[in-house]
């Protein structure tokens, strides 16, 4: 079974209203999220082979705050869920793990389209799926995680 870690952008801030919304950096709150689930993933042993990266400032600082490195893809920014599936299917067989840090309602369809888990994808959010295989219909939710759940 293949992991698909869908890790939604931390809390953003609007402190600039002059700045381009793909430059806008993480808020205070979104530093401390971030921090947080990267403790969390730590803990829990979440280490994807490969890490996916919207090229958003944001998307860019919370990957750095969850302490892991990756490759960051500007299609990313912004991308539907049928953008981002079509990117999970690129992926090599050869992958059992993944992580895409992006942004919504992109992560939110993509995740519910592949589980059918309906509620709301907050920032910070960090949903785990079980796939058959990187071109599989759908999978199951095992795991999702919300910053605020997070002592």
Request: hydrophobic share 40%; aromatic share 4%.
């Amino acid at each position: 079974m293949k992991r698909l870690y869908l890790l939604r952008h931390a809390k953003s801030s609007w402190d600039d209203p002059e700045l381009a919304d793909h430059e806008r950096p993480l808020s205070a709150r979104g530093r401390r999220a971030a921090d947080a689930i990267g403790d969390h993933m730590r803990e829990h042993g979440i280490q994807p082979q490969l890490v996916l990266c919207s090229s958003s400032a944001r998307t860019r600082e919370t990957l750095a705050r969850i302490g892991l490195s990756g490759e960051v893809e500007r299609d990313l920014y912004g991308a539907s869920a049928s953008e981002l599936l079509a990117r999970v299917r690129e992926l090599s067989p050869r992958l059992e793990s993944v992580l895409l840090i992006g942004h919504n309602p992109g992560m939110h369809d993509l995740a519910l389209g592949l589980t059918g888990a309906p509620g709301k994808y907050p920032t910070g959010a960090l949903a785990t799926i079980e796939l058959a295989g990187w071109t599989a219909e759908s999978g199951r939710m095992i795991d999702f995680v919300r910053p605020r759940e997070l002592a």
